[in-house]
Structures are given as structure tokens and as C-alpha cells.
């Protein structure tokens, strides 16, 4: 007989807004797991690209690297002048840049990847 017969209500509204709250938590908790899958899964399709670029950016160093090699020999051979080999080692050098370039951007990927999937590290 301690508790009060009229409340007006009080408890049932008291109710309503703590399934109010479960389902705002609910949602919140839904929203951060698809973040989560989104982050991840745009980390690996950056991953693959990077990839993909930096093996590409491997064969076009190695053919500017042939390059500068045929027209060394060319040169060696009295058929060429040596502006042609400059040329082809110039292009060799800023190919073999672009390559060292990709490899750190696929670095970095995996890098994104490591810390979408949860992995972290203390400074």
C-alpha cells in the first residue's frame, strides 16, 4: 500500500521513452557496424587499385629500363647519339620514380587497410 494508486501515467510513459532510447542505441549501434564495413570495404578496393597501379608502374619502369639499355647499345654501337641514351636514362629515372611513388601509396593502402580493420598502435 506504499506505492501511489493514480500516477497519471508517469509509468507508461517512463516505459515508452526506455524502449525510446533501446532502439535510438539500436540504431546508433547499426549506423557505426555498416561504418565499419563501409570503411573496410573502401580501404580494400583502395588496397587492390594501389596494387594494380603499382604493378603497372613495375612494367612501365622495366620497358623505359630495356629502353635506356638498347639505346646504350645502340649508342656503343655508332649508330645513335648519345642524346638518345640521355633521353631513355632520363625517362628510365622518372618512371623508376613514379614506381617508388606507387609502391608507397600501396604501402599506405595497407596501412588504412591495418587500421579499418580495427588495428591501432600507441605513439
Not at 10 to 34: C, H, N
Not at 60 to 84: H, K
Amino acid at each position: 500500500m506504499a506505492q501511489p494508486i493514480f500516477t497519471g501515467g508517469r509509468f507508461r510513459s517512463e516505459v515508452r521513452l526506455a524502449e525510446a532510447r533501446q532502439q535510438t542505441a539500436v540504431l546508433f549501434y547499426e549506423q557505426s557496424i555498416q561504418g565499419a564495413f563501409r570503411s573496410v570495404s573502401d580501404a580494400l578496393v583502395a588496397y587492390h587499385k594501389t596494387r594494380e597501379f603499382r604493378a603497372q608502374q613495375g612494367l612501365l619502369f622495366r620497358s623505359a629500363e630495356d629502353a635506356a639499355r638498347l639505346s646504350q647499345m645502340r649508342y656503343n654501337g655508332g649508330v645513335t647519339g648519345y642524346l638518345e641514351v640521355l633521353t631513355n636514362e632520363t625517362n628510365a629515372f622518372s618512371t623508376e620514380l613514379g614506381l617508388v611513388q606507387a609502391q608507397v601509396n600501396e604501402l599506405l593502402a595497407v596501412v588504412q587497410l591495418y587500421q579499418a580493420l580495427g588495428g591501432g598502435w600507441q605513439q
